[in-house]
Nanobody
Framework: QVQLVESGGGLVQAGGSLRLSCAASGRTSRRYAMAWFRQAPGKEREFAAAISWRGDSTSYADSVKGRFTISRDDAKNTVYLQMNSLKPEDTAAYYC????????????????WGQGTQVTVSS
């Protein structure tokens, strides 16, 4: 298992930017694909972005494509989500998740989760 801790959330105006971080510890020697999901109040958790264990492949939800960028620094065991041109509809709790090797977009396929960090975008 790997433990995940998110940080970097906060309150930002529409059009602004935030960078989320997800620090991994534990069995970090395993080769994990990493993902960001988000969950707004009263809604289901939804996929936002993912990156393969090698960092050579990424996937984005249509709603964030062109605005969000996922990246990883394996020397620091950290995954990042750079969020630009934020919109009020991006307001949600953002969760980091990990699974072995391959990218998938279904939350149920991930068995390692962080506690989440809140992002609030004001209009």
């Amino acid at each position: 298992q790997v433990q995940l801790v998110e940080s970097g959330g906060g309150l930002v105006q529409a059009g602004g930017s935030l960078r989320l971080s997800c620090a991994a510890s534990g069995r970090t020697s395993r080769r994990y694909a990493m993902a960001w999901f988000r969950q707004a109040p009263g809604k289901e958790r939804e996929f936002a972005a993912a990156i393969s264990w090698r960092g050579d492949s990424t996937s984005y939800a249509d709603s964030v494509k062109g605005r969000f960028t996922i990246s990883r620094d394996d020397a620091k065991n950290t995954v990042y989500l750079q969020m630009n041109s934020l919109k009020p509809e991006d307001t949600a709790a953002y969760y980091c998740a990990a699974r072995p090797y391959t990218i998938v977009v279904e939350a149920r396929q991930y068995d390692n989760w962080g506690q989440g960090t809140q992002v609030t975008v004001s209009s």
